[in-house]
């Protein structure tokens, strides 16, 4: 018991502190979604493999009208036999939900499958998204599996905090890259605005000037003063770009470190409930948490 206890403290004060700086990010509790097209008469489908108990809800969005079924699939021979269990007909937004058998699946399969049919209603291209949730009953779960479970959560919660500190460090040292070369752009376009003006004043001396030789050797002198400002003007457009990259790569950053407070709150909500099936099934279904180290658990 009290082992048990150090476990979940620990994955709740490194979760929860990390969420202290991430209260403004919703969160994510998909544990599949994808977006596609569809056409004709082809379908898209997607497999949810349920253990005994298993609920899952499952929202499509289009922007023509589709028919979404969810197809119970029973093995027959080498092949399966489909049976509808819930059904949803030219809509362009669809939310099904489906509660698996508490029994075991038929002829010794380790699942219960079933098979997600996307089917456009129009003879147009489809465009779709497609987000599924499922959840674990949660009960008569087995000790090995549950310290197991909770050993490799406590993992993971220590690899996002640590992921989000890497993130954070470097989205700082861009975030600090960006100002410096904001104040010297600053500088610098005072510079080449004095420069511009004195060329521009130049130029007005020129059009006065009577005398040819005078007004000969003004022009030699505006010239050379000419290229040098325009080779300064392309390097402050090579910095500036140079800016606008390396403010691109701290978005994508930022946008990294978006996804990790999303994917781990969509845990904290599950670990707050005491649901630690549902916490695996969230990581199970992650390609975050395996890039983190979490390794697939059979459930």
Not at 19 to 30: D, E, G, I, R
Not at 114 to 133: D, E, M
Not at 173 to 188: H, T, V
Not at 251 to 265: C, N, Y
Request: with cysteine; charged share 25%.
């Amino acid at each position: 018991m009290k082992r048990k206890r150090i476990l979940r403290v620990s994955l709740l004060f490194l979760v929860s502190a990390l969420f202290l700086c991430a209260a403004a990010v919703s969160p994510s509790c998909a544990d599949y979604s994808t977006s596609g097209t569809v056409g004709g008469s082809h379908p898209a489908t997607y497999t949810i493999k349920c253990n005994p108990g298993d609920s899952f809800t499952v929202s499509v969005g289009s922007n023509y009208p589709t028919s979404v079924d969810i197809l119970f699939m029973t093995p027959a021979g080498n092949e399966w036999a489909y049976n509808s269990v819930a059904g949803s007909d030219q809509r362009t937004s669809h939310e099904l939900s489906h509660t698996a058998p508490s029994g075991k699946p038929a002829n010794k399969a380790a699942y219960h499958h079933y098979k997600v049919s996307i089917l456009a209603s129009t003879n147009k291209q489809t465009r779709f998204s497609l987000k599924i949730i499922q959840r674990g009953n949660n009960k008569n779960l087995d000790r090995e599996y549950l310290e197991r479970a909770k050993k490799q959560l406590d993992a993971l919660a220590k690899a996002i905090s640590n992921e989000r500190k890497r993130l954070s460090g470097a989205m700082n040292q861009q975030a600090e890259r960006i100002k410096g070369i904001d104040e010297q752009q600053k500088s610098w376009k005072a510079r080449l605005d004095t420069e511009r003006a004195e060329l521009a004043r130049m130029a007005d001396a020129i059009r006065s000037e009577q005398n040819k030789a005078a007004r000969s050797s003004m022009v030699q002198s505006y010239k050379f003063r000419q290229a040098d400002f325009n080779a300064k003007v392309e390097a402050f457009n090579r910095e500036n770009a140079k800016r606008r990259a390396l403010y691109n790569d701290w978005k994508g950053v930022r946008e990294q470190r978006d996804t990790l407070d999303s994917f781990a709150k969509s845990i904290l909500e599950a670990w707050k409930q005491n649901d630690i099936d549902r916490c695996v099934l969230i990581a199970n279904g992650s390609r975050l948490a395996k890039s983190l180290g979490w390794r697939f658990m059979k459930r």
